[in-house]
C-alpha cells in the first residue's frame, strides 16, 4: 500500500523499516529533514508537508511528541486534514492528551475523513524484535482495511473501541509501566544498602515472580553503565506520560496516588540534572537518598 509518515525520531525510524520490509511504499516527511538520512537509504520517499504526504497516501501515520506536535501536524497549514483523500485514513501513534485526539479527530469527521489513534506499547527494541503492541480506537471498519499494515509493524494489534480510547488506555498503561520501574528501583536501592551486591539483587529479581518484560530490558541498564543513555526513553519523555495521567486522575476524579509518588521521583531525576537519562536513572537518586556512594 501506499504509507505516508509523519515524525521520523525514535519510533518512527524503527517503524518504517518494518513497513518497507513488508513491501509497502513509504513517502515521509519530518520538521527536520536531516533525520531522514537513514530512511532514505532504505528506500523511503520524501514529501515537502505533512499536507503532500497525505495526499499521495492510502494510509498515513504520525508518531510525534506532544499534544500540540499532533494539531500542528494534523491541522496546521499545510496540514494532514488539507490533503488527506475521501477513501484513506490517518492513524496517529502518538502518546498524547486523550481529549486533544478526540477533538483533533473531531476536525476530520467535520470534513468526512477518518482520523484514529493507535498508540503503540513497546520500545524501538521492543519494534525491533518484532514484538510491539498496538492499541487501536476509532471506526471499526477502517480498522478491519488497515489491520494488515499494523500486522507489519507488531504482532498483537486490539481493537479498543471509540476513538480516543486507546490512546486514553496508553495512558494508563504508561503510568503503571513508570510505577513498576520505579518499584523496581526502590527495591534494589534497598537490597544494596542492606550489603546485598547490585549484580545480585538484579539477576533474583528478574529471576523472581516480579520479573516483567520491561524489567527484563530495562533492569540491565543499572548494570553495564549504560544509565547515562536515554536508552528507552528519557526523563522528560516518560514525565510527559505521568504529567497526562495525573491530569486525567484529576479531570475524572480517580485518585492515582502511586503515581504521583512515581512522579514526585521524575522530577527529583530533573533536580539533580539526569533528565536526558533513561528514566531507570531513579535508581540513582534512590542511591543518593540512601546515602550510597556511586
Ligand atoms: P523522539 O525521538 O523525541 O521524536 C519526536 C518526533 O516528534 C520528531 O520527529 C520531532 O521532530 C517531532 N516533533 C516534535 N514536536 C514537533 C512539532 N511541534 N511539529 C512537528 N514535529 C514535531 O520521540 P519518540 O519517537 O521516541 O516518541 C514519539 C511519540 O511516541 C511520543 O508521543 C512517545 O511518547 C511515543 P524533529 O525531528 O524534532 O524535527
Known sequence: MKIGFLGLGDMGQAIIPRLLAAGHAVTGWNRTKEKAAPMFKLGMLWAGSPREVASESEIVFSIVTDSEAVRALALGENGIIAGLRKNAIYLDMSTIDPDVSRSVAAEFTKVG???????ISGTTLTLAKGNAS???AGDKAAFDRVLPVLLAIGPKVTYIGAQGLAVQLKVALNMTLVIEVIGFCEGIALAEKGGVPREVAVDAFLKSVVASPVLNYRAPLI??????????????LQQKDMLLALDLGRKMGVPVPLGAAANEMLNACRGLGLAHHDFVTVYEVYRRLGGMSK
Open 113 to 119: 475523513l477518518i482520523m484514529m489513534d493507535a498508540p
Open 223 to 236: 548494570l553495564d553503565g549504560h544509565i547515562s543513555d536515554a536508552t528507552y526513553g528519557n526523563v522528560n
Open 134 to 136: 498496538l492499541m487501536v
